[in-house]
């Protein structure tokens, strides 16, 4: 018989996944929607009921304690809104207020899709063990989230850690957030297969101009593919060396689409962050592949809406929230 059981979304442009989670981080329960990115903020909330209706009609839903919630951003836990980037229907949207009603009055947590990112690796990933950690996620954008003193560290809105916002470059290029030379501007996939272009890199016959095309023309050897690649991997590790500095971090955990190209990315990340990383006491930190997948979120809101319990009932190593 199960008990505690959590109830998480993870909402992002594309899908919005909902899950029946554990304390052992087992998902129980799945369900998922296409988001209506495109239309207005009622019907891309009617994605988010139906998911959660599914939810609600398993035989488990009557363990569920908590609802927790990652979303793309910008949000602000403080007030329970959300305003993705990628959803224009929805600015300073209730989400909170909605998904609490639509679940019968449940406690409802809400993070920002980097934190809940974060929440997982801490929690099943490769941060677990590591009292002090930076987790990002590289894929369209770049988020990230930071755990401090052993606990999960939001921040007042529950976006602390937004690493991809970090101006690595003074002089460079303007970035959709209105800042200049940031780490999202240099390191997402998208501008990472915009750089390779602006160079004279070209797709194969197939006509994939993505960042997974650059990175295997990066593999195969081409020049211009590797050079977006390291010049990626040099704003990530200015940014992440800034951070350590900053709060002093153990490990940097990084995760998302652009990940996956593997060495191309982490080779000349790890040569690059010796050349940032240079303080006595930031000299060992390391850098790592995320681990916890496409479960990240659904696990990491799991985890951000409750402490997860051990097998043995106890409560296990702490990922709550601190503001």
């Avoid at 303007?174 to 890199?201: F, K, M, T, Y």
Wanted: one cysteine or more.
């Amino acid at each position: 018989m199960h008990s505690d059981l959590i109830a998480a979304l993870d909402i992002g442009g594309t899908k919005i996944a909902g899950a029946l989670v554990d304390g052992r981080g087992g998902i129980l329960v799945r369900a998922q929607r296409p988001t209506p990115a495109r239309e207005d903020g009622e019907t891309v909330m009617r994605a988010v009921e139906s998911v959660l209706a599914e939810l609600t009609s398993s035989p488990l839903w009557a363990a569920v304690t908590a609802v927790g919630i990652g979303s793309a951003g910008p949000v602000d836990a403080s007030a329970g809104t959300v305003s993705p980037v990628n959803v224009p229907g929805w600015r300073d949207y209730p989400l909170v207020d909605r998904v609490r009603r639509a679940t019968g009055g449940l406690p409802v947590q809400l993070v920002g899709d980097g934190v809940a990112m974060t929440a997982a690796e801490h929690w099943q990933g490769a941060a677990r063990g590591h009292a002090n950690a930076l987790c990002m996620v590289v894929s369209t954008g770049v988020g990230g989230g930071l755990v401090l003193g052993g606990r999960l560290h939001a921040g007042p809105t529950g976006n602390a850690g937004h690493i991809g916002h970090i101006s690595v470059e003074l002089d460079g290029d303007p970035c959709p957030c209105g800042s200049r030379g940031c780490v999202e501007r240099i390191a997402s996939g998208p501008n990472i297969a915009r750089r390779a272009l602006d160079n004279g890199w070209r797709p194969g016959p197939d006509g994939d101009a993505t960042a997974a095309a650059v990175a295997a023309a990066a593999h195969a050897g081409d020049p211009v593919a590797v050079a977006s690649f390291e010049r990626a991997a040099q704003a990530l590790a200015a940014g992440i060396a800034a951070t350590a500095s900053l709060v002093e971090i153990e490990i940097a955990v990084i995760g998302g689409g652009v990940a996956g190209a593997g060495e191309v990315l982490f080779a000349p990340l790890r040569r690059a962050l010796s050349d940032y990383a240079t303080l006595s006491f930031v000299r060992r930190l390391t850098v790592a592949p995320a681990l916890t997948g496409t479960d990240a979120g659904l696990l990491g809101a799991a985890a951000a809406a409750a402490p997860p319990r051990r097998s043995d009932g106890a409560t296990a190593a702490p990922v709550s929230l601190r503001g």
